[in-house]
């Protein structure tokens, strides 16, 4: 199955509200597939369809940590109905590569969503696996994690992001200008 592409701040797709998903068919169960894949193979624990450009209600986690381990779950239409303490945790993104920063969130959640196969999930999180969807489920609603930094470390941490994408964009170019000249 391919990679998806990843989608990167500053794009739009990243600050629009997404649409609920309507009708899981074959479609969107092929869509979820791809998207897990693309999350394995960017080393990620999560990921939302914004950041692979389709602004639907359908994340993908797996915060399984142990070699071989999987803990893959497909949510759709994810809502969290309660919420429990505070925690904080250094996150990172696969939209914004290079950065991470300490986000305060809730410790305890209460979710309820769809599977792929139009089943009902209802069920507690907490630690890592809570942390993932509250990232992810901010996705969908148009918000990233720096949005929940505070204005002064959220400056911070975008001037170094906008740093580092800078300098990637010159090493592009820069192997395209080499290719070119067969070096
Ligand atoms: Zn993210």
Redesign the pocket.
């Known amino acids: 199955m391919a990679r998806l592409p990843l989608v990167l701040y500053p794009d739009t797709i990243l600050r629009t509200q997404c649409a609920d998903v309507t009708d899981i068919d074959q479609t969107l169960v092929d869509f979820g597939h791809a998207m897990a894949e693309t999350m394995y193979l960017s080393n990620g624990i999560?990921l939302?369809a914004p950041?692979v450009a389709r602004n639907i209600r359908l994340i993908t986690v797996d915060v399984a940590r142990a070699e071989g381990e999987t803990a893959l779950m497909h949510l759709v239409n994810p809502v969290i109905v309660d919420s429990h303490g505070r925690t904080t945790y250094e996150e990172g993104?696969?939209?914004f590569p290079g950065i991470s920063a300490e986000v305060r969130r809730k410790d305890q959640i209460h979710v309820q969503a769809y599977d792929l196969q139009g089943a009902e999930l209802d069920f507690d999180a907490d630690g890592l696996l809570s942390i993932c969807i509250q990232?992810?489920l901010d996705?969908l609603n148009g918000v990233?994690?720096v949005d929940r930094l505070s204005p002064v470390k959220k400056k911070l941490v975008l001037r170094q992001y906008l740093k580092i994408r800078e300098e990637d964009q010159e090493d592009e170019s820069l192997a395209a200008i080499r290719a070119v000249h067969g070096e």
């Open positions: 999560g939302a950041q993104c696969l939209s990232h992810e996705h990233t994690f």
